[in-house]
């Protein structure tokens, strides 16, 4: 269950009940390698909201610096129906994060983006050292959070 958070909401506003991580086979985890993917599922509780809603995931150093987000404003999300209960599930095919610790906040708003719900630090996950570079070495946090994918190329000038 998601920790306890201080927002007040309408009867019937979407609520965020749970977030699990899974690896890309689906296995439930709360670490991944440097260079792997991860799936993130919302689970959410409803009663009478209908309304179209973004689903948002911020990403956090364990320190709270936020490092990135994501949102189904990119792709839209359809009305829900007349349920109780809903999953929504982020696939994430390959973080390109440092070895570090992380957290994850969920956003919940409607098209007018006012918020129906927003959950801190809903889930945490470590980034597990790994020769992404298959060069024999791992890359340190002294070069930031992030590291990059890319190629040199070289000529003469």
Request: hydrophobic residues 35%; aromatic residues 8%; negative net charge.
């Amino acid at each position: 269950p998601c920790m306890e958070r201080n927002n007040t909401y309408r009867k019937g506003d979407i609520l965020v009940r749970s977030v699990q991580l899974r690896t890309m086979e689906g296995t439930e985890t709360s670490g991944i390698q440097m260079g792997k993917g991860l799936r993130i599922e919302v689970a959410m509780d409803q009663t009478s909201y209908t309304d179209p809603v973004d689903i948002g995931v911020i990403i956090k150093k364990a320190d709270q610096q936020v490092l990135a987000g994501i949102n189904t404003i990119m792709t839209g999300t359809p009305p829900f129906e007349k349920k109780n209960q809903y999953l929504a599930r982020l696939t994430l095919p390959e973080l390109h994060l440092l070895a570090d610790h992380y957290i994850l906040d969920i956003s919940i708003t409607n098209r007018s983006k006012k918020r129906v719900d927003y959950v801190d630090a809903a889930a945490k996950f470590e980034v597990i050292p790994a020769d992404v570079y298959g060069i024999g070495g791992i890359v340190n946090l002294s070069s930031g959070s992030f590291y990059l994918d890319g190629s040199w190329e070289f000529g003469t000038v």
